[in-house]
């Protein structure tokens, strides 16, 4: 296998950490979101996590969907506001370790976030992708909250990025919340994710427990539901952090989500370690730097 192939690979995965969720038929009000909050309250109280989050995925002919349900312990209030903005997208998604850069703008009618995508350590601009996500509220109201991020077109074939947050109020104090991930992929890109899934990406797995061993000791999916699955978690442990800083001044809130999303992600070592703690925390510096167009 040729080292061009397996970066191939790679690159691949790290751009797919962010095409997602579910098509727009999916989409729900917040009484749907209620009742699957009553559907799923057994696999939340009693949840592999530690917490009230249940994770799912599915994939069919040359369609991925990830998907992540969870009960936040903050208001509402508190958390429709901090999800609503370009900006506070960018401040999410660039805590992912593979988001080398987010932009927002206003191309015409179209508010769009520029993501650049990248490898697992720092890199020129120019060595990665960018993908232009069209950033829509679907929905705003006093109890339900609905933000689309969609791009019809990625590198490699890829296509039909769909990521869809959606969050309504359980109580003065709870929120549950909805991240769906889903994209589609033709031959180029499946060639892609096999070499990677066959070179650096062959030991790795996602959550859900497909068997047990003798001993009882849970035997995790891989593959591309893998892939999915670990990008999901990724990608609500970044909203989870972002969410924690908000209340805080200003100057000390990247830092705070920095060092939270690296810790929540710790959490779960066999699926999620990649870096460690000083290098993820120096690249991001890095990269926050560039960003501001300081560096």
């Known amino acids: 296998m040729r080292p061009s192939q397996r970066l191939l690979g790679s690159c691949l995965v790290a751009l797919l950490c962010v095409a997602a969720p579910a098509g727009l038929a999916n989409a729900q009000d917040a009484a749907g979101l209620h009742a699957r909050y ?15 989050l249940y994770m799912e995925s599915s994939e ?23 999800l609503v903005g370009m900006d506070h997208w960018c401040e999410i998604l660039i805590l992912h370790l593979n988001v080398k850069s987010c932009q927002g703008s206003s ?3 179209a508010d769009t976030l520029s993501v650049v995508i990248g490898r697992k ?16 509220i679907g929905a705003a109201s006093a109890e339900y909250l609905q933000v689309l991020l969609t791009a019809d077109a990625g590198p490699l074939g890829t296509k039909n990025y769909r ?10 104090r709870r929120t549950f919340v909805h991240i769906s991930y889903s994209y589609s992929y033709g031959i180029t ?13 062959r030991n790795k797995v996602g959550f859900s427990v497909v068997n047990r061993r ?29 969410l924690g800083a908000v209340n805080l001044p200003a100057s000390e809130q990247m830092e705070k989500r ?8 710790e959490r779960y070592p066999v699926q999620l370690h990649e870096l460690d703690r000083n290098d993820y925390l120096e690249m991001k510096h890095r990269e926050l730097k560039r960003q501001q167009g300081d560096g």
């Open 163 to 172: 990521i869809m947050l959606e969050a309504a109020a359980l109580d003065m």
């Open 189 to 201: 890109a499946r060639i892609a994710m096999l070499v990677y899934l066959a070179t650096i990406g």
């Open 214 to 242: 003798a001993d009882g000791q849970p035997v995790y999916i891989d593959g591309t539901r893998g892939v999915v699955e670990r990008n999901t978690m990724r990608y609500y442990l970044a909203i989870e952090a972002y």
């Open 107 to 109: 191309p015409g009618a």
């Open 38 to 52: 009553a559907a799923l309250r057994e696999q939340l109280s009693d949840s592999p996590f530690h917490r009230p």
């Open 60 to 82: 069919t002919s040359g369609d991925l969907k990830g998907e992540v349900y969870a009960s936040v312990e903050q208001p509402y209030d508190t958390i429709a506001p901090a």
């Open 121 to 136: 350590y720092d890199q020129p601009l120019e060595d990665a992708y960018r993908v232009d996500f069209i950033y829509k």
């Open 258 to 265: 920095l060092r939270d999303w690296y810790e929540a992600v």
